[in-house]
T-cell receptor
Framework: GESVGLHLPTLSVQEGDNSIINCAYS??????FIWYKQESGKGPQFIID?????DKRQGQRVTVLLNKTVKHLSLQIAATQPGDSAVYFC?????????????FGQGTILTVHP | SQTIHQWPATLVQPVGSPLSLECTVE??????LYWYRQAAGRGLQLLFY??????ISSEVPQNLSASRPQDRQFILSSKKLLLSDSGFYLC???????????FGQGTRLTVV
């Protein structure tokens, strides 16, 4: 569920390294997951999504992995760049409902050092 | 293409004053609409969502209310603001299936 009252965890990496951001979800009925990137003072932007019938999906420099057994989602960013510095949120759609409510995870602050 | 507009971008209001934030969506019909709040350094908290005109569901008890007078218009209101209402408010829309959400640029509200 949401952890909106907690300070966000942080991840610091060097430019060029690969980054892995993790997210745990609790609703086993969720069938759709999204990763968002939020830069300071802006609304979240879509990065990549994955449906529950998949384990892995790749985009440009990003890969999302889904492990339904342990309810775990990860975002891998290859060759991280300073422009990747932002807060990253995972979101899940609680499948089976008549509306599409997205529930957001805690978020992780990614800082990329040049 | 679809766009979402949210205004104002920043707002400073005294305690006890009313609030009205507006969000409109263009380029789509029958969207699901959402209001989220984000405290500094925190995650996103869903406040309200709407699946149709006049249909509002509240996620958390609070000093705020929402209305949807038109299909693509979503309004967040308060009769009397509290200091604790300060935060970053985000409007978002999804299709009926509730997949990818598109966010507005947000409103930074400071209650003084």
């Amino acid at each position: 569920g949401e952890s909106v009252g907690l300070h966000l965890p942080t991840l610091s990496v060097q430019e060029g390294d690969n980054s892995i951001i993790n997210c745990a979800y609790s609703n086993s009925a969720s069938d759709y997951f999204i990763w968002y990137k939020q830069e300071s003072g802006k609304g979240p932007q879509f990065i990549i999504d994955i449906r529950s019938n998949m384990d892995k999906r790749q985009g440009q420099r990003v890969t999302v992995l889904l492990n339904k057994t342990v309810k775990h989602l990860s975002l891998q960013i290859a060759a991280t760049q300073p422009g990747d510095s932002a807060v990253y949120f995972c979101a899940e759609n609680d499948g089976g409902t008549s509306y599409g409510k997205l529930t957001f995870g805690q978020g992780t602050i990614l800082t990329v050092h040049p | 293409s679809q766009t979402i507009h949210q205004w104002p971008a920043t707002l400073v209001q005294p305690v006890g004053s009313p609030l009205s934030l507006e969000c409109t969506v263009e380029g789509t019909s029958n969207p699901n609409l959402y209001w989220y709040r984000q405290a500094a350094g925190r995650g996103l908290q869903l406040l309200f969502y709407s699946v149709g005109i006049g249909q509002i569901s509240s996620e958390v008890p609070q000093n705020l209310s929402a209305s949807r007078p038109q299909d693509r218009q979503f309004i967040l209101s308060s009769k009397k603001l509290l200091l604790s209402d300060s935060g970053f408010y985000l409007c978002a829309w999804t299709g009926r299936e509730g997949t990818e959400a598109f966010f507005g640029q947000g409103t930074r509200l400071t209650v003084v």
